[in-house]
């Protein structure tokens, strides 16, 4: 068994490492390929940690065979439980949203649909929804696509355009790429724009996000997030004509390369956390993580 465990250690260890390398090759990916993937092999190894301690006391403990039964058939119901959380925190986040409200959503999130389509069509609620563009990839513009397509009134605004629109919006609401321990979160870059607006203009913000990505990192600042941040605090020559002799394409796609791809926001500019666990203060996510982990 203690061969098991530190082979299950050393996996999980080189996945991490992986990690860290595959955000320096795709830094359009960077936080997919970091920030949930720690959350990931986190609670995966504290599964297996707590399963075969529990297994090992039982009186169901017998062979190395008998174990793995037993965490496979564990894991099973884990999964389970994990791929309805989208939908438990969309039926939650839904609860936030007024009739007649103006929404602001940052980009395209696949648990912010999921909030949306949940009060529109089964809370037959009716709202409209403000979308910001999201460069460098522009994901917004799929999201407005989609919420058209589902009868949703919709329209993207600028990024850059987030504080002229903030005072017609009455809420906001985000997604997360991950939860950390003080209840911020860290998301597609902009977000914590967004969030400074909306805390000056007295806006509430909603993060919604999956309990699976609650992860065991405590970023001081934005460059203490668990990813590859390029250095953008460097020039070019002035006599570099970069973009009199390179392409659209090829600028935008040099921008997406020497940005970050996702940003911290601290928990005091998050009003509440709407999860599958339910509504968490920020303050709260340590205490759900202690109940993961201990």
Same mark, same amino acid.
């Given at each position: 068994?203690?061969?098991? /465990?530190?082979? *299950?250690?050393? $996996? +999980?260890?080189?996945?991490?490492?992986?990690?860290? &390398?595959?955000?320096? %090759?795709?830094?359009?990916?960077?936080?997919?390929?970091?920030?949930?993937?720690?959350?990931?092999?986190?609670?995966?190894?504290?599964?297996?940690?707590?399963?075969?301690?529990?297994?090992?006391?039982?009186?169901?403990?017998g062979s190395?065979?008998?174990?793995?039964?037993?965490?496979?058939?564990?894991?099973?119901?884990?999964?389970?439980?994990?791929?309805?959380?989208?939908?438990?925190?969309?039926?939650?986040?839904?609860?936030?949203?007024?009739?007649?409200?103006?929404?602001?959503?940052?980009?395209?999130?696949?648990?912010? /649909?999921?909030? *949306?389509?949940? $009060? +529109?069509?089964?809370?037959?609620?009716?709202?409209? &929804?403000?979308?910001? %563009?999201?460069?460098?990839?522009?994901?917004?513009?799929?999201?407005?696509?989609?919420?058209?397509?589902?009868?949703?009134?919709?329209?993207?605004?600028?990024?850059?355009?987030?504080?002229?629109?903030?005072?017609?919006?009455?809420?906001?609401?985000?997604?997360?790429?991950?939860?950390?321990?003080?209840?911020?979160?860290?998301?597609?870059?902009?977000?914590?724009?967004?969030?400074?607006?909306?805390?000056?203009?007295?806006?509430?913000?909603?993060a919604v996000?999956?309990?699976?990505?609650?992860?065991?990192?405590?970023?001081?600042?934005?460059?203490?997030?668990?990813?590859?941040?390029?250095?953008?605090?460097?020039?070019?020559?002035?006599?570099?004509?970069?973009?009199?002799?390179?392409?659209?394409?090829?600028?935008?796609?040099?921008?997406?390369?020497?940005?970050?791809?996702?940003?911290?926001?601290?928990?005091?500019?998050?009003?509440?956390?709407?999860?599958?666990?339910?509504?968490?203060?920020?303050?709260?996510v340590s205490?759900?993580?202690?109940?993961?982990?201990?």
């Open positions: 068994m203690s061969e098991f /465990m530190q082979t *299950l250690e050393k $996996a +999980a260890q080189s996945i991490r490492q992986e990690s860290q &390398v595959a955000s320096k %090759e795709m830094a359009q990916n960077q936080h997919k390929a970091t920030i949930a993937i720690l959350a990931g092999v986190d609670l995966f190894m504290r599964f297996v940690t707590r399963n075969s301690h529990d297994f090992s006391l039982s009186e169901e403990a190395f065979e008998d174990f793995k039964e037993n965490l496979l058939s564990r894991a099973s119901l884990i999964l389970d439980k994990a791929s309805c959380a989208r939908e438990k925190a969309a039926a939650i986040g839904a609860q936030f949203i007024n009739d007649n409200a103006v929404v602001l959503v940052q980009g395209y999130s696949r648990v912010i /649909m999921s909030v *949306l389509y949940h $009060a +529109a069509n089964v809370q037959h609620k009716r709202f409209k &929804v403000y979308v910001t %563009e999201g460069r460098p990839n522009s994901d917004g513009i799929q999201a407005v696509a989609a919420l058209r397509k589902a009868g949703i009134p919709c329209r993207a605004v600028l990024d850059s355009a987030v504080g002229y629109i903030m005072d017609k919006v009455d809420m906001v609401f985000v997604g997360a790429e991950g939860v950390v321990e003080n209840g911020g979160i860290v998301n597609k870059i902009g977000t914590f724009q967004i969030a400074l607006v909306a805390k000056a203009l007295g806006k509430p913000v909603y996000a999956e309990s699976y990505k609650f992860v065991r990192v405590y970023p001081l600042n934005q460059y203490d997030i668990p990813s590859e941040t390029p250095e953008i605090v460097t020039f070019t020559s002035r006599r570099r004509k970069s973009f009199s002799i390179t392409t659209n394409a090829e600028t935008i796609e040099e921008l997406a390369l020497s940005n970050p791809s996702v940003d911290y926001t601290p928990p005091q500019y998050i009003t509440l956390l709407l999860t599958d666990l339910g509504v968490l203060t920020p303050s709260g205490d759900e993580l202690i109940k993961l982990y201990v």
